[in-house]
T-cell receptor, first 112, second 112 residues
Framework: SQQGEEDPQALSIQEGENATMNCSYK?????LQWYRQNSGRGLVHLIL?????REKHSGRLRVTLDTSKKSSSLLITASRAADTASYFC????????????FGTGTRLQVTL | DGGITQSPKYLFRKEGQNVTLSCEQN?????MYWYRQDPGQGLRLIYY???????QKGDIAEGYSVSREKKESFPLTVTSAQKNPTAFYLC???????????FGPGTRLTVT
């Protein structure tokens, strides 16, 4: 079953704008991860935020985590056409830390 | 994608034939995973292995089989019992105690 659900399913913005996508999950977690997938390719790890962190930055990426609401958001600032991809959140399964459950993804389209 | 190879990139088979997808890694990671991705969907875990000579079923193992005879290799066989085998298959690895997963470039399997 899907632990994470991303919202929106699809997002279209112009270059230079910010893109925000959200992830909700169901059970307690030790961390939450965001991955990116270009069309027809494998996933690439972007950022991991631990349950005791509220916000984390990496370049133009900002991730927040609200464990009380069981939700996370990924903000991409000053988007570029090259940011066009699908973005997935993933959470470790309780009991088997090495397993991840992925959400359904947000398809981001950045136009010139 | 560096460090994990999946071959071939595209694979075509007739219905009723078994087919084996290759996944090789040189990252010296203990854990390996197989996921299936259908168009516009997230990833679903087929099988995973945390150590050589041991593997566990994921969420959708029916119609699939794996082996883990070497640390570097985790081949996936799609058997004729798998009802809808056409999909994009992704292999991933992770290091012991590390939550982050590293993905191969994927194999797109088409069964007609």
């Amino acid at each position: 079953s899907q632990q994470g659900e991303e919202d929106p399913q699809a997002l279209s913005i112009q270059e230079g704008e910010n893109a925000t996508m959200n992830c909700s999950y169901k059970t307690s977690i030790n961390n939450l991860q965001w991955y990116r997938q270009n069309s027809g390719r494998g996933l690439v790890h972007l950022i991991l935020i631990r349950s005791n962190e509220r916000e984390k930055h990496s370049g133009r990426l900002r991730v927040t985590l609200d464990t009380s609401k069981k939700s996370s958001s990924l903000l991409i600032t000053a988007s570029r056409a090259a940011d066009t991809a699908s973005y997935f959140c993933a959470t470790p399964n309780t009991g088997t830390a090495s397993k991840l459950t992925f959400g359904t993804g947000t398809r981001l389209q950045v136009t010139l | 994608d560096g460090g994990i190879t999946q071959s071939p990139k595209y694979l075509f088979r007739k219905e009723g034939q078994n087919v084996t997808l290759s996944c090789e890694q040189n990252l010296n990671h203990d854990a390996m995973y197989w996921y299936r991705q259908d168009p516009g969907q997230g990833l679903r875990l087929i099988y995973y292995s945390q150590i050589v000579n041991d593997f566990q079923k994921g969420d959708i193992a029916e119609g699939y089989s794996v082996s883990r005879e070497k640390k570097e290799s985790f081949p996936l066989t799609v058997t004729s019992a798998q009802k809808n085998p056409t999909a994009f298959y992704l292999c991933a690895t992770s290091d012991r105690g590390d939550y982050e997963q590293y993905f191969g470039p994927g194999t797109r399997l088409t069964v007609t």
